[in-house]
């Protein structure tokens, strides 16, 4: 069994920063795209950036200041935020494609994580 787990929100100030962490434990043996999307309340899910393969993407709204990146050998993956606006307001989700060391490619969403930008 895989999980992701997400880390590193809360409540941070208009200009502000935080970096989120997505940690995939358990039976892998390989994953391919990950991607943090966010939800804010009362709207729907979005992605927001995606890395594959070293390559990455970005939502308009967030491109030059969201950075997202991976470290392959501890299976986590960050998306490093900055200059964090009250419309950033979502609670984020790490999405991972994720080939266990027996069975299929599987497609796999952490619980979230809240991210809370106000003055």
């Known amino acids: 069994q895989v999980e992701l787990v997400e880390s590193g929100g809360g409540l941070v100030q208009p200009g502000g920063s935080l970096r989120l962490s997505c940690v995939a434990s358990?039976?892998?043996?390989?994953?391919?795209?990950v991607g943090w999307y966010r939800q804010p309340p009362g709207e729907r899910r979005e992605l927001v950036a995606l890395?594959?393969?070293?390559?990455?993407k970005y939502v308009d709204s967030v491109k030059g200041r969201f950075t997202i990146s991976r470290d392959y050998a501890e299976n986590t993956a960050y998306l490093q935020m900055n200059s964090l606006k009250p419309d950033d307001t979502a609670v984020y989700f790490c999405?991972?494609?994720?080939?266990?060391?027996?069975?299929?490619?599987?497609?796999?969403w952490g619980r979230g994580t809240q991210v809370t930008v106000s003055s």
């Open positions: 358990g039976d892998i043996f390989s994953i391919n795209a």
């Open positions: 890395i594959v393969s070293g390559s990455t």
């Open positions: 999405n991972a494609d994720v080939l266990p060391t027996r069975g299929d490619w599987t497609n796999i």
